[in-house]
């Protein structure tokens, strides 16, 4: 797989340059975006966006013999919800016409 990285100041760089609002409005939108799916998440709402995919908070069981895998300690861990992630009918088509080489990288 491809190791490039998108951030959020790489979306605001590409939706400034191809809308030409200013870029202080363009890095308010999106910021308020983000905040948006993420309170709509913590009230355990589904976010479904057409083309692209739907965003659902998911338990996570508890287990009580887990293990930190940095120190190897083990530790218990209780059930919580986790950001899932489902993509879209257009992204997984899009998705499916990359190209890619021999060692299994992006084309």
């Not at 589904?46 to 692209?52: Q, S």
């Not at 120190?71 to 990359?98: C, I, M």
Request: charged share 35%; hydrophobic share 30%.
């Amino acid at each position: 797989m491809s190791s490039k990285k998108v951030t959020k100041y790489d979306l605001v760089e590409s939706v400034y340059q191809n809308t030409k609002c200013e870029k202080r409005v363009v890095q308010n939108v999106i910021e308020n975006l983000l905040e948006e799916l993420k309170d709509a998440l913590k009230d355990g709402a589904t976010i479904e966006l057409r083309g692209f995919g739907t965003f659902e908070p998911r338990l996570r069981k508890g287990r009580s013999r887990a293990r930190n895998p940095k120190t190897g300690e083990q530790l218990s861990v209780e059930p919580h919800y986790v950001a899932a992630f489902r993509s879209g009918q257009e992204l997984k088509k899009a998705l499916w016409k990359l190209r890619i080489d021999h060692t299994g990288k992006v084309k």
